[in-house]
């Protein structure tokens, strides 16, 4: 009988549904209920739909599918960091982690099922990138984790961290309508100030997110300001130099005033000397900056270890000697790899 591929009815904009209700005989305003219960209820179903006749709801189950992400393993950390595996609709699996402090929840969400990219040091880059996210995708898993914050925490949702499998900047269109269904009244109403996209470096993109004057916060992996070191760990390097990068970055700046966050780890004999610093200080010059040095989640094969304490200091004296912001990040959720770079679909 299912032998009519039935579309994604989430794919459809307001307007697009306003229209398939007029062209079906029915009213606009029906377009704007059924979209009311698909973002703003969160429904699974048609059947939940109780403010639309019978006839209606069956019309759409024959037309449409709500393709809802299912959380199907839960795991809690000792510190209290909780790490979704969710399966999507054809049954790939991307995981979300609820990372709790004193006073925020902050969400660390997916953009991709796997990565196209090859950060040595990343757990994900070992499962190949099988596709995008749609923004439905996205949105839901924001969604399920607000739910477990309310429900654990009780407090809604923080802040929202792209930070889990994938290079948001790779699947730029999805993760812009994600955010727009997030921020908008219509979906969670969020203020975009409190969102940060993390991107590994893409500067064609950087430059299109400046053009496009998002209001949401950036992030760059950066871990090294030396293009010969940031390419042996970090080999898509190659393609994207250093200088395209800070390019790209003044133009960001330039144009929407937000400074930028880089994420920095430091590893053993890779980026922990002097020079390493030194080149990371002239990299911050350029614009308007601040450092987060992230704690290394190891990911089995010893190849990568973290540094000493002597060293961590080391980059903080100087960070902080030449007035460049440097907060030092500790793990959270790493007994149930659900820390920076752990995900791996191994739950
Ligand atoms: N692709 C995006 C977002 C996902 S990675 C990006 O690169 O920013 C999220 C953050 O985790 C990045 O800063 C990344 O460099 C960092 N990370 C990856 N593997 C890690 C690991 N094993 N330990 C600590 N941080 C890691």
């Not at 969102?195 to 400046?210: D, E, F, L, Q, Y």
């Not at 042996?232 to 003044?250: E, G, K, V, Y």
Request: aromatic share 8%; charged share 25%; proline share 3%.
């Amino acid at each position: 009988m299912d032998t009519i591929k039935k579309k994604d009815i989430r794919a459809l904009t307001k307007e697009q549904l306003r229209e398939f209700f007029v062209a079906n005989g029915d009213k606009a305003f029906r377009g704007n209920q059924v979209y009311e219960w698909l973002w703003q209820k969160g429904a699974h179903s048609f059947e939940e739909m109780t403010n639309v006749s019978k006839e209606t709801r069956d019309m759409l189950e024959n037309n449409f599918v709500i393709n809802h992400i299912k959380v199907d393993v839960m795991q809690r950390s000792n510190d209290g960091t909780i790490k979704n595996a969710v399966r999507l609709h054809d049954d790939l699996v991307v995981e979300s982690v609820l990372i709790p402090t004193k006073t925020r929840s902050t969400a660390c969400v997916s953009s991709q099922v796997g990565c196209s990219l090859d950060c040595k040091f990343c757990a994900t880059s070992r499962l190949k990138r099988m596709r995008n996210l749609n923004p439905d995708e996205i949105y839901d898993q924001v969604v399920a984790i607000d739910n477990e914050s309310r429900l654990y925490f009780n407090r809604p949702l923080s802040n929202i961290v792209f930070m889990g499998m994938g290079e948001p900047l790779m699947n730029y269109n999805n993760v812009l309508k994600a955010i727009d269904k997030i921020t908008s009244p219509e979906g969670l109403g969020m203020s975009p100030k409190r969102i940060v996209v993390s991107t590994s470096g893409v500067p064609k993109m950087i430059r299109k997110m400046a053009d496009d004057e998002v209001k949401f916060k950036l992030a760059v992996s950066l871990h090294s300001a030396i293009d010969e070191i940031r390419t042996s760990i970090m080999p898509f390097n190659a393609n994207f130099t250093l200088t395209d990068l800070r390019q790209s970055l003044q133009y960001w700046y330039a144009k929407t005033k937000s400074r930028i966050t880089y994420e920095y780890v430091i590893w053993k004999g890779i980026n922990d000397s002097q020079k390493d610093v030194d080149a990371l200080v002239d990299f911050c010059k350029f614009a308007p900056s601040k450092v987060n040095l992230i704690e290394y989640n190891p990911i089995d094969d010893g190849e990568f270890q973290q540094a000493s304490n002597a060293a961590i200091d080391m980059y903080v004296n100087t960070l902080e000697q030449h007035n460049i912001a440097v907060t030092v990040r500790r793990s959270r959720g790493k007994d149930i790899d659900a820390a920076c770079g752990q995900l791996a679909n191994k739950a």
